[in-house]
């Protein structure tokens, strides 16, 4: 029995409450079959499903990540929330790609609480893919240190991310679905990751009066009263909202290219 036969891969699923879960339990109670491995995390909606999980899933050691929610303009809510999930798992997947991940290693689909042998269909064609692709780095021909190190950047950069493509990641495409493959291109997300932002503190023009430190979303910015601030460049999310809240007679803020 050659090694990759014996792989047994890591596969987390996210799916939603109303359509997908439904599915894995009419598969559950009609005893279709499908890998143990795969393990499945219910939520409300698909749309819950966030970059972050995906990316720190396999950043913690996940070989494959699904998303399942219900089928496109059937959704549990008035939000439509799937159109959500779909443009967030095109985004990750461009992301992989740009980091060397296969992004065949992240799959998205619909299933309805009455399609049971659909569900275990799906679950056995992308177990099966991420068994063929082998643990994480090694169809990707990547150290696994290396891999992990690319994917915490992107983890860094998450909010970032989030921030210059909120617009398209709350488009609902509902006359176009398909549009969604093509939404996001490699040139694109080249361009995202080589323009991240770095924002600092002039020593010589802070005057200490603290306000960037109290809107600063994650406690990046070190300082106090008559105290100099700086900006903890490992905590900082690039969200830019220090830069908006020195006041402009003091400028102190400046924003460059990492
Ligand atoms: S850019 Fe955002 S996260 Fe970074 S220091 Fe400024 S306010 Fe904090
Ligand atoms: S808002 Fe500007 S002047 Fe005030 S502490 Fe922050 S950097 Fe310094």
């Known amino acids: 029995m050659s090694s990759d036969s014996r792989f047994t891969p890591k596969i987390l699923g996210i ?8 599915g894995a339990d009419l598969c559950g109670v009609s005893r279709f079959q499908y ?30 990540m699904f998303v399942g929610g219900c089928h496109l303009d059937d959704c549990h809510y008035i939000t439509h ?16 790609e740009h ?8 799959r998205i689909e619909w299933v309805s609480a009455g399609e049971g042998i659909r569900f275990a269909n799906i679950m056995n064609e992308f ?20 891999l992990t190190s690319r994917i915490q950047m992107v983890v860094n950069l998450i909010p970032y991310i989030k921030m210059s493509k909120r617009d398209k ?4 495409l509902r006359d176009n679905p398909t549009a969604y493959d093509e939404l996001y291109t490699k040139e694109e997300i080249d361009q995202l990751l080589s323009e991240v932002p770095s924002f600092e503190i002039d020593k010589d023009k802070c005057q200490a009066c603290m306000i960037c430190l109290k809107k600063c979303p994650v406690d990046a910015i070190v300082g106090g009263k008559k105290q100099v601030h700086f900006i903890s460049q490992d905590k900082c999310i ?14 102190a803020i400046r924003q460059t290219s990492a």
């Open 35 to 64: 890998p143990p491995y795969i393990r499945l995390i219910r939520v409300m909606c698909s749309a819950r499903a966030d970059l972050r999980h995906i990316f720190e899933a396999f950043l913690n050691g996940a070989d494959g």
């Open 15 to 22: 799916i939603c409450n109303w359509c997908c879960y439904g």
């Open 99 to 106: 980091i060397g991940v296969n992004p065949k290693r992240l």
């Open 81 to 96: 929330g799937n159109y959500e999930a779909l443009s967030m798992v095109r985004l990750a997947g461009k992301l992989l």
């Open 169 to 172: 990641l709350a488009l609902h």
């Open 238 to 251: 690039k969200c830019g909202t220090c830069l908006a809240a020195c006041p402009p007679r003091f400028g």
């Open 127 to 146: 177990s099966s893919e991420v068994e063929r692709l082998g643990p994480l780095g090694k169809s990707e021909g990547i150290e696994l240190s290396e």
